[in-house]
């Protein structure tokens, strides 16, 4: 695996809506200049996401999409090996990939999105994470978890996912990349700051932030290294969602291990 990596999430919003074309090129010209390594990206139709990256990209397509072909896409300049997908549970395209890219495994978890749906979004993500646990067996790989969560960091299917309770008789610990880069900043990815989402279908909803880039946690620590995490695609806004971009890298020294002559 490269020792550094430039990570993507963003919900593109439905290419019909608030002049999808224009949004679309906006988005396409902004992923060629962030560079990014690996690209989560919800709300596209078959072929959007291809499109979107360009030429030379590898790119892996959820199966389950709505009646009228919206989905979720991974992308990566590398192979993809698509391990899973597992259902969501409430119907429709919500789901999460498995997919093995650069030795690594990247987790594309998408959960449905209504307000009152916490308990299908804890069920999706305890589901996720054993079926993550399973395909790392007693291998030792990063795992990076991204995408549109549709939840606070308050909520229960967060706090599982970044380890600050159980679930269903179950426990794991993924690092929040942007608490990591940002301290005590609230980061919304979802705000009525953003004129497409004051003129959506959820006008009263407050700032939340809903997107985000997870990292897999050993017993000692999370086995990347947050160097910088950033909202994209904030003006002009190219959908109700802002992007999270992070930059990973391979620490120097792997969690569980001394410096020399520390012991």
Request: aromatic share 6%.
């Amino acid at each position: 695996m490269t020792t550094t990596l430039r990570v993507l999430t963003i919900n593109a919003l439905a290419p019909e809506y608030a002049d999808g074309p224009r949004r679309r090129a906006a988005l396409r010209e902004g992923l060629a200049r962030l560079r990014p390594d690996v690209v989560a990206v919800q709300e596209v139709r078959p072929g959007e996401a291809a499109d979107l990256v360009g030429a030379g990209w590898h790119v892996a397509e959820n199966v389950r999409r709505s009646p009228d072909g919206l989905g979720a896409a991974l992308a990566a300049r590398w192979p993809i090996e698509p391990l899973s997908e597992i259902d969501g549970g409430a119907g429709s395209w919500y789901a999460t990939m498995i997919a093995e890219v650069d030795g690594m495994l990247v987790v594309h978890h998408k959960p449905v999105w209504p307000y009152g749906a916490e308990r299908a979004r804890e069920r999706h993500a305890v589901a996720a994470a054993r079926a993550v646990e399973s395909a790392l067996g007693d291998a030792d790989r990063h795992v990076i978890l991204l995408g549109d969560l549709d939840a606070t960091p308050d909520a229960a299917s967060i706090r599982f996912l970044t380890g600050h309770q159980s679930l269903d008789g179950m426990s794991v610990c993924y690092q929040d990349a942007w608490p990591a880069a940002h301290p005590g900043a609230p980061g919304p990815t979802f705000t009525p700051d953003n004129p497409l989402v004051r003129s959506g279908d959820m006008p009263t909803a407050p700032a939340r932030r809903i997107d985000y880039i997870l990292i897999r946690c050993t017993a000692h620590g999370p086995t990347l290294q947050v160097t910088a995490c950033e909202r994209v695609f904030t003006t002009p806004p190219v959908s109700d969602h802002y992007g999270v971009l992070a930059d990973l890298r391979v620490p120097p020294r792997p969690p569980g291990t001394f410096a020399p002559g520390y012991a």
